[in-house]
C-alpha cells in the first residue's frame, strides 16, 4: 500500500476529505504522516483525532529556505512516502527539495491553471470577470503552479459571488479531485510524459480530465 505523506500550513480541510476517503475505504493508502510548517494549523489538530503522526517544521526557526527545505526533507523522508501531498501548504519550495520528489510531489491549487497562479486566486478572479473558475491538482515542478495538470474540476462563477461564495464552491470541488488524483497515484496509474499527465497511458486531456485542452492547443 502507498504511503502517503501530507503537508499543510492551516484549516486542514483537503486534509480531512482524505481522511475521509481513506476512512470510507475509496483511497486505498496508508496517511505516514502529516507535516505542517505552521505551528498553529487547525489541520494538526484533524490529523490527531484520526490517529496520523503529526510534526511540525516551522519554517520561522531557519535562517534561509534551503536550510528549513533540508529540514522538511529529512523529515519527510523518514516516513518513506511513496507520494508527498501538499493540501494547502502555503510555502514556496526549493529546487532541491522539488527534485527530491519528482514525479512523487502533488499540489492542490484553487484555480483552473495556467489561469491563476499563485495567490489570492478567487478574488482575481471575480476582478477578472471570468464566467468559470475552479481548482487543479498538479505535480510540482520548480515552476511555481506550473506543473503537469493531473485533473481539474470548473465551477460556474456567479454574478453574485463573494470570494467567500466562490471559495467555497471551489473548495468542494478540491476535496472531490484530490483523493482522486491521489487515488490514480497509489494505483499507478498515473505517468508524466513529454510535460503531459498520462491516466491509464492516455493524456488526461484527452479524457475529459483538463479544462483547457492544452494539448489540443486551445490555449
Ligand atoms: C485550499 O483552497 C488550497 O487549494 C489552497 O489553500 C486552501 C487550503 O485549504 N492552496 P485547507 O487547509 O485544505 O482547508
Redo the contacts with the bound molecule.
Sequence with gaps: MSAVVIL????????QAILKAVERGELDVRIAAVISNNPSAP?LAIAARAGVTTQVIDHRLYAARELFDRALIQAIDAHRPDLVVL??F?RILGTELIEHYRGRLMN???SLLPEFKGLNTHARALAAGVTRHG?SVHFVTPEVDGGPIIVQAPVAVHTKDSVETL?AR??EQ?HRILPQAIAWFAADRLRIDAGQVLLDDRPVAEQGLLVHDRAAGSR
Design positions: 499543510i500550513s492551516g484549516r486542514g480541510s483537503n486534509l489541520g493540501a494547502g502555503m492542490i491549487h484553487p481548482a471559495a471551489v473548495l478540491e
